[in-house]
């Protein structure tokens, strides 16, 4: 049976103010989880609230008083927010051994004519603080290992020395793709588990059935790993570590991490190996006099500030501009790299003079674990309290109560800020998503522009809309995050267009989501965002400068809303990652129909770029080495 294109468009009657249907308030309610008339309510009021019977009993006395001799008093009835009462009804309801006090709460409340969102809500929040450690599913596997192998992918330019300097010329050149392409099968007819890119690189990396790592795109700091530098890697070249660093010839990688000048590679044995650029100490191998190596070297894992390495094994990494992040097996996270914007997540930047005009940060060498979970006072309190701010201006926070025991599933860097989701439990509990760093546009989600210097606990995911449809991804683009739940939904926060406004907290992306597109992958780039859905429908929206939307020849390269791919359709895409300049896909191919989609596929041969190559070589650097540069003496010259 062949996969529809997109989802089934029904001609029903429009029954909600916003233009929906019945048969998308039976999806919503569907996947949501709750009933028909409660989801029928929430979309109807439209935040203006409705009347109910509970609050009309209690304050109908009050406010009719209130608005006697107003104009209109009559039609100002005792209001209430249908979705604020139904959240309380929820968040109050008795549950097991907590049902005679939350009974209690809910009669004493009522004795004292006070709102039930009050006691109750404090009474939940106070039940989740004393909870102790979660049962996690654990160990947290490889990305790589849940990911179906699929055929490699790339639109947007393979010229890597143009992004974010210049912009593609009038005439594209075959190296300068439109649309989703395949990169050289004739040199590549293997299958990825992987690709890696991130929003600021301009380099990328793949990673096959058989542990192999490619590499290929920008390679000024010497990021590829190679030996040498170079402005751009073309073709996707066969990465390696010398054996003598690694004690085995047989080096399996299962992960990697790419950020804009540096790269990271996980192997199976939980090792992590790093090259490029080390300013920041984004590298992690504990060497702050070396700013940059050609040549991969082990980096330091250590828990805690310990002097001898930690015997973890490490799965899952990512790096976001100068920052790089870690996640262990058992879901422990670990940073190194810049510490400018709190993107460490150990509680402070440590900024300081360096000279006049000139401020350094307290930048961390080797990766080290962090284990502090925050929430915000007024969230500790069920959200019933205020916020109240430190000397700085910032919302005080507060640890978590299991704040060292919470462990994570997955983690994602953008430029300049990370967004992480909790590993999922055999209690049922329902995982937490976490963000830090720089707050620009709202890209953290917690509705302020302001960093956060630990991860902060986003309590827009902690409603019970989310029980049966819990957060499972999110990734991290320049400026903006997406987190993907169970039922294939996407919430967007943070902006990735230089116009229009940004979105200051989580927002569902209604495009996809009343339309009953069940979104499989998703990715952020520099300026686009993706989503891949499990029908063979793939979307994108932004400013795609270098074709990297994938519209195809002569279409636009912006969107403000998404927009079909249409070179993608019925091509089920397994996995997708964003960088800056170019985007990249992995495809499926197991059946007939597969190959009848990957067939209608433009592709791109090794000799359709042998000259572009020739001229990279040419220009060609020489080693940066293993060790810093030595600094030049100054002396008095030679005497006449």
């Known amino acids: 049976m062949p996969r529809p294109r997109k989802s089934s468009g029904n001609e ?29 309510a929430v979309m109807t009021c439209q935040g203006m609230g409705v009347r109910t019977s509970r609050s009309s009993a209690r304050t109908s006395g009050a406010t009719d008083a209130g608005v006697a001799g107003t104009a209109g008093g009559e039609a100002i009835a005792a209001m209430t927010n249908v979705w604020g009462d139904w959240m309380t009804e929820e968040m109050t ?80 050149r075959l190296l300068d793709l439109e649309c989703p392409t395949r990169l050289f099968p004739g040199l590549l007819g293997i299958k990825f588990v992987a690709v890696v890119t991130s929003a600021t690189a301009c380099h990328s990396v793949g990673i096959t059935q058989d542990g192999q790592a490619y590499g290929w795109g920008r390679n ?8 040498y530098s170079s402005p751009c890697i073309p073709v996707p070249t066969l990465l390696f570590i010398d054996a003598s660093k690694t004690g085995s010839s047989q080096v399996r990688f299962v992960s990697a991490g790419v950020g804009k000048h540096h790269t990271l590679l996980v192997t199976d044995e939980g090792a992590v190996y790093a090259t490029g650029g080390n300013k920041c100490g984004q590298l992690g191998i504990n060497n ?45 996270l670990y940073t190194a790299g810049s510490s400018e914007f709190g993107q460490l997540g150990n509680g402070e930047t440590g900024e300081h003079i360096i000279a006049a005009g000139k401020l350094g940060y307290a930048n ?3 990766f080290i674990r962090r284990d502090v979970f925050v929430q915000s006072e007024a969230e500790e309190k069920g959200g019933m309290a ?76 902690r409603g019970p809309m989310f029980t049966n449809n819990p957060p499972v991804e999110a990734v991290a683009g320049s400026n903006c995050s997406l987190v993907r739940t169970k039922n294939g939904h996407v919430y967007y926060m943070g902006k990735h267009r230089s116009v229009g406004e940004a979105t200051m907290r989580p927002t569902l992306i209604d495009a996809l989501a009343n339309n009953g597109h069940v979104v499989t992958a998703i990715g952020a780039g520099s300026q686009t965002v993706f989503c891949s859905t499990a029908n063979g429908v793939t979307v994108s929206w932004g400013h795609g400068n270098h074709g990297e939307l994938g519209y195809g020849k002569g279409e636009n390269k912006s969107s403000a809303k998404p927009k079909f791919v249409n070179t993608l359709d019925s091509c089920l895409v397994t996995s997708l990652v964003c960088g800056m300049g170019h985007t990249l896909f992995l495809v499926r191919d ?22 572009f190559v020739e001229q990279m070589k040419s220009k060609k650097g020489g080693e940066t080495g293993d060790e810093p540069p030595k600094k030049k003496q100054r002396g008095k010259g030679k005497k006449s």
């Not at 209690?104 to 603080?129: H, I, M, Q, R």
């Not at 000024?220 to 030996?227: K, P, T």
């Not at 060292?404 to 989701?421: E, F, Q, W």
């Not at 197991?590 to 000259?611: F, Y």
Request: hydrophobic content about 35%; aromatic content about 4%; proline content about 6%.
């Open 93 to 172: 309801a008795p549950t097991d051994s907590n049902a005679a006090v939350a009974t209690a709460n809910v009669a004493a409340s009522d004795a004292d004519n006070e709102p039930t969102d009050a006691k109750p809500a404090s009474s939940a929040a106070a039940t989740t603080a004393a909870a102790g450690p979660r049962a996690y599913l654990l160990p947290i596997e490889p990305r790589s290992a849940n990911t179906k192998p699929g055929l490699l992918l790339q639109t947007g330019t393979l010229d890597a020395t143009i992004p974010g300097r210049g912009s593609v010329g009038k005439v594209p």
């Open 12 to 40: 029903t009657t429009v029954s909600l103010p916003s233009g929906g249907t019945s048969a998308d308030l039976q999806h919503l309610s569907t996947h949501l989880g709750l009933p028909l008339d409660v989801v029928g």
């Open 590 to 611: 197991e059946d007939a129909e597969d190959a009848k989609a990957i067939k209608k596929l433009p592709k791109l041969e090794e000799a359709d770029v042998a000259q």
């Open 364 to 366: 961390c060498q080797k």
């Open 386 to 461: 205020p916020s109240t701010l430190d000397a700085k201006g910032k919302v005080k926070c507060v640890p978590l109560g299991d704040s060292s025991s919470i462990r994570l599933a997955t983690v994602s860097c953008g430029k300049n800020h990370i967004i992480a989701v909790e590993a999922p439990s055999s209690d049922g509990e329902l995982p937490r998503v976490f963000s830090w760093g720089c707050g620009d546009y709202g890209c953290l989600g917690h509705v302020v522009q302001a960093d956060e210097y630990m991860p902060r606990l986003l309590s827009s995911f």
């Open 220 to 227: 000024e700091s010497g990021q590829l790993g190679l030996g």
């Open 288 to 332: 702050e006099k070396l700013e940059a190596c050609d040549r991969f070297r082990k980096s330091v894992v250590v828990d805690y500030g310990a002097d001898e390495e930690d015997t973890v094994k490490i799965v899952h990494a990512s790096c976001g501009e100068n920052i790089s992040a870690l996640l262990s097996s058992t879901g422990h």
